[in-house]
């Protein structure tokens, strides 16, 4: 059974970095296709691809965020970790991680319960 | 970059057909997956690789992908299918990338 948990703080303010982790189970990154994606949404809009990660370590970025985030992984922690710089009250938003397959398609077939990050002074 | 269309929004009255465009530049040269999001809730996978149901998505959920124009049907649409409902493809130049959403509204 897959699964992913997101943690991380839920009040960051104006400026500051911003740093969450996904803990996963029921998989390996290790196994060829798989990655893992962050996702966010803010209130009342639609889903933002933010990041992915497979276990080979390649990492691909939204190119309208790329120079603000950092995707890292830690395969023996089952964990992947986002960074985001210079955060601003726009980026006010419930973030998701998701496993990410890459095998005949491309795709998140499994997510995480997402977590709500405030951006506020 | 890489961009994906769809309506806004959507209404339809129980029992009748729902379908969902999303519209990209040759999109049909891609595998296109399509989410369910309820209110609250995470997405769900409905639709990956144009046309497949994931193990437990009602055979009522199909999914089509030609020219510029991917395609969620909803058949024999039911009060539980109100949700919002997000296209999703993966392109070289920008990766990942969701269309803006289309809320349907069953009533």
């Known amino acids: 059974q897959i699964t992913l948990k997101e943690s991380g703080p839920t009040l960051v303010k104006p400026t500051q970095t911003l740093t969450l982790t996904c803990t996963f189970s029921?998989?390996?990154?290790?196994?060829?296709?798989?990655?893992v994606g962050w996702i966010r949404q803010p209130p009342g809009k639609a889903l933002e691809w933010l990041a992915l990660?497979?276990?080979?370590?390649?990492?691909y970025y939204s190119p309208s965020l790329k120079s603000r985030l950092t995707i890292a992984k830690d395969t023996s922690k089952n964990q992947v970790v986002l960074t985001m710089t210079k955060m601003d009250p726009v980026d006010t938003a419930t973030y998701y991680c998701a496993h990410w397959y890459r095998v005949g398609g491309y795709y998140f077939d499994y997510w995480g319960l997402g977590t709500l990050v405030t951006v506020s002074s | 970059s890489y961009e994906l269309t769809q309506p806004p929004s959507l209404s339809v009255s129980p029992g009748q057909t729902a379908t969902i465009s999303c519209s990209g530049d040759?999109?049909?040269?891609?595998?296109t997956s399509w989410y369910q999001q309820r209110p609250g809730q995470s997405p769900v996978l409905l639709i990956y690789?144009?046309?497949r149901r994931p193990s437990g998505i009602p055979e009522r959920f199909s999914g089509s992908n030609s020219g510029n124009t991917a395609t969620l049907t909803i058949s024999g649409t039911q009060a539980m299918d109100e949700a919002a409902y997000y296209c999703q493809a993966w392109d070289i130049s920008t990766d990942v990338v969701f269309g803006g959403g289309t809320t349907l509204t069953v009533l």
């Open positions: 690789n144009d046309n």
């Open positions: 040759k999109l049909g040269d891609k595998y």
């Open positions: 029921g998989f390996s990154l290790s196994t060829s296709g798989v990655g």
């Open positions: 990660i497979y276990g080979n370590d390649n990492k």
